[in-house]
């Protein structure tokens, strides 16, 4: 059974930062690609940063470029979004999300919904004006 379980939300002022991290357990390797998304209240769920498996490529929503980073510690099956310069624009739940296959490159990385299989349950992200 995969899990993935985000953690480290929270309420920050505007031209704040939080970092997030998400613990994946359930499966043997940590050869997949995995990704971060955020879905504001009345929107769509999108896509925010994903990474590939080695750590080697990462790619960002043009919203959110420069101003957050997406990185994994493989040997702790861990991912985390450090997110910099906050705006109001940025809150929002955010989820951490992984394919079920994994990957043959070391520098895929999909950026659809429809490219990941796995979702943690969410961490709310407020940021006030």
Do not use: H
Not at 66 to 77: L, P
Not at 91 to 118: F, H, L, N
Not at 122 to 127: D, H
Request: charged share 15%; hydrophobic share 30%.
């Amino acid at each position: 059974q995969v899990q993935l379980v985000e953690s480290g939300g929270g309420l920050v002022q505007a031209g704040g930062s939080l970092r997030l991290s998400c613990a994946a357990s359930g499966r043997p390797n940590s050869r997949y690609a995995m990704g971060w998304f955020r879905q504001a209240p009345g929107k769509e769920r999108e896509f925010v940063a994903g990474i590939s498996w080695s750590g080697g490529s990462t790619y960002y929503a043009d919203s959110v470029k420069d101003r957050f980073t997406i990185s994994r510690d493989n040997a702790k099956n861990t991912l985390y979004l450090q997110m910099n310069s906050l705006k109001p624009e940025d809150t929002a739940v955010y989820y951490c999300a992984a394919p079920g296959g994994y990957s043959g490159s070391s520098y895929y990385v999909p950026r659809s919904k429809g490219q990941y299989d796995y979702w943690g349950q969410g961490t709310q992200v407020t940021v006030s004006s």
